[in-house]
């Protein structure tokens, strides 16, 4: 039973590998694409990076 866990904690770490890397060459690709197409690509940018920091823009509604 233990070799059969071994061998499946080796499969998940590799497949866990293969899949980070697909996900962070679609991130690539898809980043690539998007700056490519714009017509302000500073401004494009600095979206892309506000979007993978995780920072958003702030939209603050007051009630009257």
Do not use: F, W
Request: include cysteine.
């Amino acid at each position: 039973m233990s070799n059969n866990n071994a061998t499946l904690a080796s499969y998940y770490t590799e497949y866990s590998k293969i899949v980070s890397m697909v996900i962070r060459k679609a991130k690539i690709i898809e980043h690539d694409k998007l700056i490519l197409n714009s017509h302000n690509k500073v401004k494009t940018t600095q979206g892309i990076i506000n979007k993978e920091c995780g920072r958003n823009k702030k939209i603050v509604k007051y009630k009257l």
